[in-house]
């Protein structure tokens, strides 16, 4: 991949036959042994994925204030490759599901309990599928529905999620005509509809606003449809712990959006809030500054 083609928009690298070769081995050898594999493959992915290695040396220069060491974009590596083999295990309903504790789940609760459903807003840091884990042992009036940019989606990935038969169901897909409709419907019905808002498929459609002390662009398709259906919105977070547990966060960020006054007025309302998501960001990346999986050109320097 040339450097000009660094973006997340791009198709999906990996591969169904060794995934599923992975599947296999998942079911004889468990969650803990093979977890153990995944140090000579993330050093693989090190030495011959160009771009995620690009991605990783730019992103923890800036979370960490000074260049990082082979090592820890190894270890970035590997975080990440842990946490794809986690979804195996979630989305497969086995025995070895990760644990995980809840804080800030009655946040979600309260939202709810509105009428209006409401927005969970999230980024590429720890797990997503965690969300799944909480949502199909919580409550039965939570109803999860996810928004997903799903275009080019890999074979690997599509191996792991039929483990889920229901996973396909609960996603909303982003860019087709009835995508909004769909969300606007869920929502009525006090469904939960999650979403990642650190990346905008579509390019004309962000606001840069300063992450790790540079401006970066940011969507606001987020924030737009919060303000459209009127629905709460609530930060989550699933960090996958050193002992492999996760720690799954929910807070309340916005009790509702308003954009009012003239388009000035309400481009400022949005950069406000969008500073604060991105503060957000940055708190959890100095939590854990191997979390966050955003392995390509995300401030724009190589354009």
């Known amino acids: 991949m040339s450097a000009q083609a660094e973006t997340w928009l791009a198709p999906e690298r990996g591969n169904h036959a060794v995934m599923a070769v992975v599947l296999f081995l998942a079911r004889i050898l468990g969650r803990k042994v093979l977890s153990r594999l995944i140090w000579p493959i993330s050093l693989y992915y090190l030495l011959h994925d160009g771009t995620a290695r690009r991605g990783s040396y730019v992103y923890l220069s800036r979370v960490l204030g000074r260049r990082p060491t082979w090592r820890e974009m190894w270890r970035h590596l590997h975080a990440y490759g842990l946490v794809v083999l986690d979804r195996i295990f979630i989305l497969g309903h086995s025995a070895s599901v990760p644990p995980y504790t809840v804080t ?38 939570i109803r999860l529905r996810v928004l997903m940019y799903r275009r080019f989606v890999g074979g690997a990935s599509k191996a792991i999620e039929q483990l889920d038969p229901a996973y396909e169901s609960a996603i909303i897909h982003i860019g087709e005509p009835q995508t909004m409709l769909r969300v606007a419907e869920a929502l009525q019905k006090g469904d939960v509809v999650a979403i990642l808002g650190d990346r905008a498929p579509d390019a004309g459609r962000y606001m840069s606003v300063p992450v790790f002390g540079k401006m970066a662009p940011v969507p606001i398709g987020p924030l737009r449809l919060a303000a459209i ?25 916005a ?12 481009t400022q309302t949005l950069k406000t809030w969008l500073t604060r998501y991105a503060a957000w960001l940055e708190t959890l990346c100095a939590r854990d500054p191997f979390s966050w999986f955003n392995f390509y050109d995300f401030w724009k320097e190589r354009s």
């Open 104 to 141: 800030g789940g009655e946040a979600v609760l309260e939202a709810l309990d509105k009428g209006k459903g409401c927005i969970l807003l999230g980024a590429h840091i720890g797990s997503f599928d965690a969300l799944r884990s909480v949502g199909r042992f919580a409550s039965s009036k």
């Open 229 to 253: 259906t009127g629905a709460p919105v609530l930060l989550f977070s699933a960090l996958r712990c050193s002992d492999g547990h996760y720690d799954i966060r929910f807070e309340l960020f």
């Open 255 to 266: 009790d509702q959006i308003v954009l009012e006054g003239k388009r000035a007025e309400q």
